[in-house]
Every structure is written in structure tokens, then in C-alpha cells.
């Protein structure tokens, strides 16, 4: 008699991946989703915004130890699909029924290429120092 193959393993990892997919959106909306409000300095003229210095460390800095610990838990290749495509989900859902000029296409591209590229970045440089870390018995 055949065992019917067990779908606990197929639940966990869905599971991992919904877990990696609202983290990564969640990444946008705490540290941007929020904040479209842009800064004028009258003794210059300029506007900046509406995103602070602040708040893209914040983001990258999560995002980092996001991908690191996801890392251990979900395959790079799951890794880089979900959480830049989340990421860029949650950016598009803020910029697109806004844009008025177009460009939140172009944007998207742009955000979508920056964390896939962060991300892989990420992953290469975890996975290496692993690597080297159990080659000196760490």
C-alpha cells in the first residue's frame, strides 16, 4: 500500500512565502507607504521629499536582515521572486492611482530592479560568509 505523500511540507513553505510577502510589502508600507508629503526649505527654495535620508536606511536596514533571515528558511530562488515583487506591489498600489505624469510605469521597473538586485546582492554575500564560516569550522 502507497502513503499518500504528507502536504505538511507544502503548507510550510507556502506558508514561509506568505509570511516573506507581507513582510517585504510590509517593508514599503511601515517605512513609506505613509509619508507623501514633501519638504520646502524657504531659505533655499528646494523641496525634497517625500521620502527622508531616515526612512531609506530604515527600509534598507530591514530589508537586509529580512532577506538574511528569510534566507535560512526559503530558497533564493522563492526568495528573489516574492519579496521584491511584494515590495514592489505594495510601492505600486501607493504610486500608480496617483500618477498623473506616467512615469509610475517607469517606476515600477525601477523599484522592482533595485530589490531584486539588493536582494540578490544579499543572498550572494550571506550565503558566501556561510560558506566561509564553516570552511574555518565556525
Known amino acids: 500500500m502507497q502513503t499518500a505523500p504528507s502536504i505538511r511540507p507544502a503548507v510550510v513553505r507556502t506558508g514561509r512565502l506568505a509570511v516573506l510577502a507581507l513582510l517585504a510589502a510590509g ?3 511601515g517605512w513609506f507607504g505613509w509619508d507623501d508629503s514633501y519638504q520646502h526649505d524657504p531659505a ?3 523641496t525634497s521629499g517625500p521620502y527622508a535620508l531616515w526612512q531609506v536606511i530604515g527600509c534598507t536596514a530591514s530589508g537586509v536582515l ?3 533571515v528569510a534566507e535560512r528558511f526559503v530558497p533564493p530562488p522563492a526568495l528573489l521572486t516574492v519579496a521584491p515583487l511584494a515590495f514592489t506591489a505594495a510601492w505600486a498600489l501607493t504610486a500608480v492611482p496617483t500618477d498623473q505624469s506616467g512615469l ?3 517606476g515600477t521597473v525601477l523599484v522592482l530592479t533595485g530589490t531584486l538586485l ?3 546582492a544579499v543572498v550572494a554575500t550571506t550565503r558566501a560568509l556561510r560558506g566561509l564560516a564553516r570552511r574555518h569550522g565556525h
Open 27 to 29: 517593508l514599503w508600507w
Open 44 to 46: 533655499t527654495g528646494e
Open 118 to 120: 539588493g536582494a540578490s
Open 104 to 106: 509610475a510605469l517607469v
Open 66 to 68: 529580512l532577506v538574511v
